[in-house]
């Protein structure tokens, strides 16, 4: 018999998520990219007794490059249509729940669509987090067979924390010795809470408080950070576009924190990869991430009804000793260690070996 997994969409060469899961639990299944359609091809050319899983990941990437909803809703039917050929084939599907919405959510009435489709046809639904399943069993209404929780793993086999001197990392970046260097990171769409982020920074108004702002800006700052005071702007590094693998330990080694001002959010792929780089979280306590990150622990956690809470989050990070950030970081540290893809790899191994395991000629 010959099981094979295919997977859509292919972000690889933007984030390392990927490459990681599939090195770590499905290598004898020769994972590639491939759109469904493609799949459906493959699961044809099988043998009766051969299986095949489509690993769903970031479900909007199905039509969130369309110009306009009718073009949107064409593209997911096209793909609801073809999704279900292929569970009639006897393919099996697993979705991996990354986020309650897309991060921009252009077409939100054809998400909902399109996850009702989902519910309809996945085998099973995975979820990094207990967050992950309340949402998936309270607001998709999925029942619990259905669900499988596996934890999102570290970043140590993509990057290794830096050693020695965070004076030459901040010399390298022109950041003063001692100031206090907060970090944003990412793929910095509205969601992540630049502009609430900004605010935060023009009202403390601290003169040792630095910010690098590292990433493509999907939602451009350019109004946000004008408005700023010009001492204020001084403090404030940026590095646009998408960051080269090799850059990330300098720029987490020269900070103090990341800040990571989520409007929502299930998973984070930059905390898990601050406290791989053993820097502390600043954030915050949405249930995904408050189940990775304790306050006072491995970071500092606010509430996010709290208009002043960013404010006050920053300020109590300003106000700790050295001993107690070196604290931080070696817990973040630890924390993150708890996240190996060796170990988690087990666990996704066993999911793939469930759906194989579940398989049927035909559907219908």
């Known amino acids: 018999?010959?099981?094979?997994?295919?997977?859509?969409?292919?972000?690889?060469?933007?984030?390392?998520?990927?490459?990681?899961?599939?090195?770590?639990?499905?290598?004898?299944?020769?994972?590639?990219?491939?759109?469904?359609?493609?799949?459906?091809?493959?699961?044809?050319?099988?043998?009766?007794?051969?299986?095949?899983?489509?690993?769903?990941?970031?479900?909007?990437?199905?039509?969130?490059?369309?110009?306009?909803?009718?073009?949107?809703?064409?593209?997911a039917q096209r793909f609801a249509l073809e999704l279900e050929r292929f569970v009639d084939s006897g393919g099996m599907v697993l979705w991996t729940l990354h986020n309650e919405v897309p991060h921009d959510d252009r077409f939100s009435a054809v998400r909902v669509e399109l996850r009702a489709v989902l519910h309809r046809l996945v085998d099973l639904v995975h979820v990094h987090n207990l967050a992950g399943a309340r949402f998936a069993r309270a607001e998709l209404g999925f029942p619990p067979e259905r669900?499988?929780?596996?934890?999102?793993?570290?970043?140590?086999?993509?990057?290794?924390p830096l050693r020695g001197s965070r004076s030459a990392s901040r010399a390298a970046l022109e950041l003063p010795e001692e100031a206090r260097v907060l970090l944003f990171f990412g793929r910095l769409d509205a969601y992540k809470g630049g502009f609430e982020l900004l605010e935060a920074i023009g009202r403390l108004a601290h003169d040792a408080l630095w910010l690098v702002i590292a990433g493509q800006q999907v939602a451009p700052l350019d109004r946000a950070l004008a408005a700023l005071p010009e001492p204020v702007r001084a403090r404030i590094r940026i590095e646009p576009g998408r960051i080269a693998r090799e850059r990330i330990p300098l720029l987490f080694h020269a900070a103090d924190a990341l800040v990571a001002p989520y409007?929502?959010?299930?998973?984070?792929?930059?905390?898990?990869?601050?406290?791989?780089?053993?820097?502390?979280?600043?954030?915050?306590?949405?249930?995904?991430?408050?189940?990775?990150?304790?306050?006072?622990?491995?970071?500092?956690?606010?509430?996010?009804?709290?208009?002043?809470?960013?404010?006050?989050?920053?300020?109590?990070?300003?106000?700790?000793?050295?001993?107690?950030?070196?604290?931080?970081?070696?817990?973040?540290?630890?924390?993150?260690?708890?996240?190996?893809?060796?170990?988690?790899?087990?666990?996704?191994?066993?999911?793939?070996?469930?759906?194989i395991a579940r398989r049927r000629p035909m559907r219908r």
């Open 263 to 355: 409007r929502r959010v299930l998973t984070s792929g930059a905390a898990m990869l601050a406290l791989t780089l053993a820097r502390p979280v600043i954030a915050p306590a949405h249930p995904g991430l408050a189940e990775l990150v304790r306050d006072g622990v491995e970071g500092i956690l606010y509430d996010p009804r709290d208009a002043r809470g960013l404010v006050t989050a920053i300020a109590r990070f300003l106000a700790l000793a050295d001993e107690e950030r070196q604290a931080l970081e070696a817990a973040a540290e630890q924390r993150a260690e708890l996240f190996d893809w060796r170990m988690l790899g087990n666990l996704y191994r066993g999911v793939f070996e469930l759906l």
């Open 147 to 160: 669900l499988v929780v596996v934890p999102h793993g570290n970043y140590r086999p993509h990057v290794a």
């Open 1 to 75: 018999m010959a099981h094979r997994l295919v997977f859509f969409p292919d972000y690889r060469a933007a984030n390392p998520y990927q490459s990681l899961l599939y090195a770590h639990s499905a290598a004898e299944l020769h994972p590639e990219p491939a759109s469904i359609a493609e799949a459906l091809a493959l699961r044809k050319r099988q043998g009766p007794e051969d299986g095949l899983i489509f690993h769903l990941h970031w479900e909007d990437a199905v039509y969130r490059n369309e110009p306009d909803e009718t073009a949107a809703r064409a593209a």
